[in-house]
């Protein structure tokens, strides 16, 4: 439920949703705002026993777009120009979640701990490295995902898979001191 400083309120919609997520014990959802507000949300979840469970939430206002000055610090963005691409710290004080976004399309950056995912509905693709990924399409959104020195990196957005695979190619090694940028 979202609140309105008019007073009024309201449930986001499935439209509203930009991408969602859920990889073993974790869950993220983007979405606009409802009622037009010019608002996008990061939810984090985490599942505890068999409940899921608001763990943290990113919030951005949607402005003017400014061209990329080079800030993307070797990320191949599929957009030239965005906002929000600087780490954000979550609630829990992890600075492990990025969120790169334009006025229509996101992309979630995260890494989590490397746990079983097996009887979900991913499927196997290769990334240019040679290194094994696995993706989910659905509803013009898209979710990737590789492991890393015991570490997940986990990939969502409303892009498609090519170009979430381009970013995945351009991300730094996860014990980058200046992880994701390379």
Sequence with gaps: MFYFKDGTKAHPTEGDIWSSVALGNYAYV????????????VLEYTKQ??????????HDDVQNIKKDDGSTRGLNLPFSTFQAIA?????NGDDSVWFFHTKSQTILLTVVPKQDVQGEDWKKTTLANGQTA????????TNLYYVEDNQIVLLSGNVSLKQLKKLA??????????????
Excluded: C, M
Excluded at 50 to 58: F, S
């Design 30 to 41: 983007t979405l606009h705002y409802p009622k037009g507000a010019e608002r996008l949300a």
């Design 49 to 58: 026993e068999k409940n899921w469970i608001l763990k943290g939430g990113l």
């Design 87 to 91: 780490s954000s710290s979550t609630p």
């Design 134 to 141: 696995y993706f989910q399409e659905k509803q013009e959104r």
């Design 169 to 182: 190619r351009s991300i730094a090694p996860v014990d980058s001191a200046d992880f994701p940028y390379s």
